[in-house]
């Protein structure tokens, strides 16, 4: 176990599988007490148990990010039992739906505004006085490179989620300029995660054939990147390099990701 993050409280959302996972296990290997919250209590029950086998800190938090009263009480919890939270990785997202936008239903869009923005912001807003009151605090937005450009065809809901995700970020990190806490967004690159397989079996009439290509093309190369890679991109900025990423988006392929993951800033 490293020492970097002792003192922290850290928040994890949509901590059961992939980049949350391996985040949950990486803060928890540099030393905070780790909050782990997921909808799936099977999932997070197993990651807490594991983390706190291998002498960390950490507590399951069964929870839908996306009802402000249900995630309220997580939080409440959390502080309770392990602490103010002072670092935030908003992880939590789902894909779908998937298909045009005359097909889609709009209810499915919009549980997925729900969970991967609104939960975002309910979680970013509930642990902010916290951060403000101790004077330190990281928030970590993962993001995605569907926030850029068109976004992926055919998942709109999830390209939108993303985009607002890094105003998000940058309109917080405007809000709290000349603090010490720090709000970053993180574009993971293409990671091999249980997201990656739900795009690979979507059918190319739904999804679109061309995207539908690129996804499984991704994955016939083994170009997907192991979620372990961004984990240690995500906890490095949750440390003191995260004061000079304040407000900015950092890519994991950039020069300055490929620093962070190498510890040279």
Not at 59 to 74: F, K, R, V
């Amino acid at each position: 176990m490293m020492a970097e993050l002792t003192q922290h409280v850290a928040l994890v959302t949509g901590a059961g599988r992939g980049i949350g996972r391996t985040t949950a296990f990486e803060l928890a290997r540099r030393g905070a007490r780790v909050g782990a919250l997921a909808r799936t209590e099977p999932e997070i029950t197993e990651v807490v148990e594991q983390i706190n086998a291998m002498g960390g800190t950490a507590l399951a938090l069964t929870c839908d990010i996306a009802h402000l009263e249900s995630l309220t009480a997580a939080v409440e919890q959390l502080t309770q039992q392990l602490g103010v939270v002072d670092i935030l990785v908003n992880n939590a997202a789902i894909i779908g739906p998937l298909g045009p936008t005359t097909e889609v239903d709009p209810q499915a869009w919009t549980q997925t505004l729900a969970i991967n923005l609104l939960g975002s912001f309910y979680a970013a807003r509930l642990v902010l006085p916290g951060m403000i009151d101790g004077g330190w605090g990281r928030i970590i937005n993962v993001s995605s490179g569907a926030a850029q450009g068109q976004g992926i065809v055919r998942a709109s809901a999830y390209s939108v989620s993303k985009a607002g995700l890094d105003m998000l970020t940058r309109t917080l990190a405007a809000e709290l300029d000349g603090s010490d806490v720090a709000v970053a967004s993180v574009y993971p690159g293409v990671v091999d995660t249980e997201m990656q397989a739900e795009l690979r079996q979507a059918p190319p009439e739904q999804f679109g054939a061309a995207t539908s290509a690129r996804f499984h093309g991704l994955h016939v190369r083994g170009e997907l990147l192991n979620p372990a890679l961004p984990a240690k991109l995500i906890a490095a900025l949750c440390g003191p390099a995260g004061q000079r990423y304040h407000g900015q988006g950092v890519r994991i392929s950039d020069p300055a990701g490929q620093k962070l993951l190498a510890g040279l800033v």
